[in-house]
């Protein structure tokens, strides 16, 4: 301990502290430090004992507090199921209202159905009439629909390709003449080749003679364009005669004629015309060869027209005539025939219809609209 010192608080000397002048100076030290660790020791449980009293208080305060706020909260919640109980009992209240108003209504719709039951029997009935009618209406349609493609398909079957008929037409034409001329020559006008169809190179006596020009038409209808057309491939074939054979006829000619120049004929007279046109050519092509050098062409024609050969012609055609004029008798009786019993089973055919009218106007009664078809169709009866 002679290493420490202290310094004099007055004079500030350094004192060295020895164990003798220590000894009682530590004494007082630790006395003095006892009695501030016992005072402070004092303050300290009484510090605690405050704190701790403190800390209950305020535990007890916050306990209040919670306390008093959960019952706040459980107040608060109470109000809300007082609320909600309410709100149900009036959803309840709503609700047994609204089935009541439901039952009310169905109950006043039921009478109000009961009521007007028989007036919408009537009205139902009245509709399914209309339909009915409405449907049978569109049947016919539909039938009457249905007849016409039927028509048309069978006018398109009956007349065929118009490029195929006229083919066939010319070929069937080409072989009766070859069988019917053998010795003449017959040139067919090639397809796609604007011209007539079949050239007939008549040979006679003396070799070629003269030339027929054939056009084969096979329609149901006549059209005059086409005398314009032959007489234009005449000139640019150079042939002496030209001839129409059609099945449809212009105005005027049962059988054969000639119109503006051009042989017409039907079918079946091509092979007669043919031979008497070809023997003209023959007998034309005679007298010019004996007049040659000798007369003039008018002079040639002059004696043709007035000799006997011309008047041989002209009786073989009147004969034809006559033939044909049998003939032409005989078809019309028959197509008399058959234009009675066509006439007979269409009066059977409206009589039908304007029953099976009757028959549905009795059943759908006013539903059931007037045709005015059928009405025209007893009209044109009686009349």
């Not at 060295?16 to 006395?31: S, V, Y």
């Not at 009036?90 to 089935?99: D, I, M, P, S, V």
């Not at 109000?112 to 509709?127: F, Y």
């Not at 002496?240 to 079946?268: K, Y």
């Amino acid at each position: 301990m002679s290493d420490l010192k202290i310094q004099c608080p007055k004079c500030s000397h350094d004192i060295e502290l020895t164990e003798q002048l220590a000894g009682p100076m530590l004494a007082d030290l630790r006395a003095s430090f006892d009695e501030e660790l016992v005072k402070r020791e004092a303050q300290a449980a009484k510090a605690l004992a405050a704190a701790q009293a403190q800390a209950k208080e305020t535990a007890k305060a916050e306990a209040a507090t919670e306390q008093a706020a959960l019952q706040e909260r459980v107040k608060a919640q109470e109000e809300k199921l007082r609320e909600a109980q309410a709100a149900q009992a009036a959803a309840l209240k709503r609700e047994q209202e609204l089935k009541d108003k439901e039952a009310e209504v169905e109950l006043t719709l039921q009478k109000m159905l009961a009521a007007e039951r028989p007036a919408l029997a009537e009205k139902l009935g009245r509709e399914a009439d209309e339909k009915a009618a409405l449907k049978l209406a569109e049947q016919a349609q539909v039938m009457e629909g249905m007849k016409r493609q039927i028509e048309a398909l069978k006018q398109k079957s009956e007349q065929g390709s118009m490029q195929t008929q006229g083919e066939a037409a010319e070929i069937v034409l080409e072989e009766t003449l070859a069988l019917a001329f053998p010795m003449d020559g017959f040139v067919p006008v090639a397809k796609g080749v604007s011209g007539a169809d079949v050239r007939q190179d008549v040979t006679g006596p003396n070799g070629t003679t003269g030339s027929i020009l054939w056009e084969s038409k096979r329609t149901k209808n006549w059209t005059a364009g086409w005398l314009a057309k032959l007489r234009d491939d005449q000139r640019a074939s150079g042939c002496e005669v030209a001839v129409i054979t059609s099945h449809a006829l212009p105005e005027g000619i049962d059988s054969f004629g000639m119109v503006d120049g051009i042989w017409v004929c039907a079918p079946r007279y091509a092979v007669p015309l043919a031979t008497s046109l070809r023997q003209g050519l023959i007998d034309v092509a005679g007298a010019k060869g004996r007049a040659m050098g000798q007369e003039t062409k008018m002079e040639m024609i002059y004696d043709y027209l007035t000799g006997t050969q011309f008047k041989q012609r002209v009786d073989a055609i009147v004969e034809r005539f006559e033939d044909m004029q049998e003939n032409l008798r005989k078809e019309r009786v028959f197509m008399e025939k058959q234009w009675s019993t066509r006439a007979k089973q269409i009066d059977l055919v409206i009589a039908s219809t304007v029953g099976m009218h009757g028959d549905l106007q009795g059943i759908a009664g006013r539903a059931m609209p007037e045709i005015a078809s059928v009405e025209g169709l007893l009209i044109g009866k009686d009349d």
